[in-house]
Every structure is written in C-alpha cells, then in structure tokens.
DNA sequence: ACAGCAACGTTGGCGATACCAACGTAGCAG
DNA sequence: CTGCTACGTTGGTATCGCCAACGTTGCTGT
C-alpha cells in the first residue's frame, strides 16, 4: 500500500499520460519546439537565428524583395522583418534601398558576402534537419512533409 | 522585362519558396503555431490556457500530484508550473496542500469543480483539433501523431 | 548521529517569438 | 485633389521556455 496509484515501480509518474500523448496539437508543440532548439544549437555559433536563413535563402531566390513581400511569403510581421533586415544590413549580408519603381518599399537584396553566409548557414541547417528527423525511414520523412504541409495550407 | 524574375502575373511573392516549404523545422513551426492558435481561440472564452488543461488532464489521471512530477510529465519548468498551479488554486479548480508523505512537495489534486471545469474544457479542445485536422483523413490523421510520436520519443 | 547531497517549491529574471497600434510617407483610383 | 491603400518604422504587449538562487526537506553514507 506503500504507492498511493497501485504502481509497483514508481518513476511512472514521469511519463506524459495517453490522453495528452495522442493530443495532435500538443504533439505538434512538443516536435516544433525539438526543431528550433536543434536548429538553434546548430546556428548557435554562427550568430544567427532561423528566420536570418530563411530571409537570406528568400533573397537568393528572389534576387529583390520589399520587407512587406519577404513578410508575406514567410508569414512574418512586418515589425520583426524590419528588426531582422537590419541585422543583417549591419553584417553587410544584404542591402537595402529605396526601390525607385514604387518609393514606398525597400528594395533588400543579398550581397556577394551574404551569399556565401547562406552557404555556410544552408550546411548547417541541412544538419540539423539530419539530426531532427534521425529516427525516421525516407518514406516516414515524406509522408511527415506531405502531412504538415497540408496542415500548413490548410491555415 | 517589366517583371524582374519573369513571372506573369506578379502576386507570386506572397508564395513561401519551396526551399523554405520543404524544410521539416519550419514547417514543424508553422503547423505548431496555426495548432496553438486554433487552441488558444476555442479556450479563449473559457478564460484558460492549453498547459491549464494537461495539468488539469493529468490530474485527473494521477489523482495526486507534485509540482516536480507534473512538470516531468508535461515537460514544464518547475517555475511556470507553479504559477499555472496556483492560477488554478485561485478559481478552486485544484487543492495544493503539503504532502505528509513527503513535506517537500506539494499534494495537488482536482477538485470536483475542477473535474468538471476539465469536462467542458475536453469539449473545447476536441473541438479544436477536429478544427485543426479538418484537411486530413482519418489514415493521414493517425500516420500524423505516429510520427509526431516519433519525432518527441527521439527529443 | 551527523554531514553532504539531492529533490522540491518559490521567486525573480531573461530571451525569443508572435502580434498589435500608431505614425509619416508614398502611390493610386475616383 | 481627395480619400484609400500599402509600406516602413517605432514602440509596446503577451506568451513561452528556460535559468539562477534560495530555503526547506528527505535521503545516504560514514
């Protein structure tokens, strides 16, 4: 009688209970928050957080973008992409000007060194998506894809 | 040569590059902050948050249970818990009394008002995941927390 | 018996993230 | 030329996860 539920071993009271285990949006939070502490670690010496890559790999496909497009295509307030634009104008990764066409918007756009930044930080990245998903078979990591992107569209 | 990337139409800039849309860590956020924003939303009129409700949920489960163990269950800072336990002392929804097994940890457990506060909380929170799932098949939907599963088993 | 170590709860604080409100400026449509 | 809209900028808010420090309590080894 000495274990007040009955459990012979005791240490179960660690373990997180079925009805949350299997609860789709506590999973989800649990797997993101894996994601960016590994993504963190992984661009921790680098000085750079993880919207830093995805701006810069933006630009590159882009070649130009107005902060406004970059917000939208990455779902980021307009605020924060001011803050991040300017941190990476201050480590010369990017410029930003006046775009002459329409005067309203900066036209932001990747230096030869923010260029090579990406590279560096694209390795690092890869890495750690190498790390997130070690556990998973090629076809579980496409299915995982496909689902969270239905997901993703889906908002 | 009007358009500078030769797209035609030219609200393709608001598109999240597929360099980015192919990224297991961010897609992991997106997925995770569209579920907690559906969460959130079907709490919000219940004056609750999502971690009020595993508390509450594992309580109900354990019966009994120390600050420390339901932070390990939940994968909670001992701080935050505290404050969650005693948000949910001041509306009557649990007990926190020393435990006279163990004078160092305290004793918390549902009251009956809690239970019920749970019950209609349950509602809210089904209904959010339906909401949040709505996309995917029940095959889709199960092939989705088994490697969610995965993914937090490995953390 | 006692000293040292570990666990617990409590308090206070920090950094990252997502969001919102307001303002001035610039383009655009009627 | 008069609204309306978009843009960038600034400043502020709320949540969240995390850490450090402290006093109390239990346990263990000597």
Redesign the interface.
């Known amino acids: 009688m000495g274990c ?2 009955g459990y012979p071993g005791g240490v179960d ?5 079925e ?18 502490r ?2 963190a670690a992984h661009l921790e010496d680098a000085g750079m957080r ?1 919207q830093h890559y ?1 701006v810069l ?2 630009l590159e ?6 902060q406004a ?1 970059l917000g ?4 980021l307030d307009r605020s924060d992409l001011h803050a991040i634009v300017t941190a990476l104008e201050e480590d010369a990764l990017v410029t930003r000007e006046r775009d002459p066409e329409d005067r309203r918007r900066n036209a932001v756009r990747l230096t030869a060194k923010g260029r090579r930044a990406l590279a560096r930080l694209q390795t690092r ?1 890869d890495a ?2 190498t790390e ?5 078979s090629a076809t ?2 496409r ?3 496909r ?9």
Do not use: C, F, K, Y
Not at 13 to 17: H, L, M, Q
Not at 72 to 75: C, D, K, P, V
């Open positions: 007040a539920n009271d660690d373990a997180t209970p009805r949350i285990r299997a609860l789709p949006s506590w999973l989800l939070a649990r797997a993101a928050l894996r994601a960016q590994t993504v993880r995805t790999a933006t496909e882009r070649g130009s973008a107005s497009a939208r295509a990455l779902g990245i750690a998506q997130l998903l070690a556990g998973l579980d990591r299915e995982l894809l689902l969270l992107d239905l997901l993703v569209a889906a908002g």
